[in-house]
């Protein structure tokens, strides 16, 4: 069992940077592919991006790429997602997951890849 508990959403301005936080509690994170999604109000859950486990490969969403970054603190059961050049649209509640060991590109852009489910940190920017 992984408990995920995120942090670091706040109001910012367009133009901005954030860093959100995942602190992973339970064993063997390592091994598991770590995500960001994020739901904007009556819109769908969107992927965001992913960290796979054991291949130090990363994958983003086309609509951050080069503007976020994932990234994983193993020693810390830590993943983060450094946003820049933050955007009004990029306003959403942003999510953090894990996948047991999953390393399909395609399946881990899907909520249904993932086992384990953070509450949420919400992200605000103003124009």
């Known amino acids: 069992q992984v408990q995920l508990v995120e942090s670091g959403g706040e109001l910012v301005q367009a133009g901005g940077s954030l860093r959100l936080s995942c602190a992973a509690s339970?064993?063997?994170?390592?091994?598991?592919?770590m995500g960001w999604f994020r739901q904007a109000p009556g819109k769908e859950r969107e992927f965001v991006a992913a960290?796979?486990?054991?291949?130090?490969?990363?994958h983003y969403a086309d609509f951050v790429k080069g503007r976020f970054t994932i990234s994983r603190d193993n020693a810390k059961n830590t993943v983060y997602l450094q946003m820049n050049s933050l955007k009004p649209e990029d306003t959403a509640v942003y999510y953090c997951a894990a996948a047991w060991m999953k390393t399909s590109l395609k399946v881990l852009t899907t909520t249904q890849a993932y086992d384990y489910w953070g509450q949420g940190t919400q992200v605000t920017v103003s124009s």
């Open positions: 339970g064993r063997s994170f390592s091994l598991y592919t």
């Open positions: 960290d796979l486990w054991s291949l130090s490969v990363t």
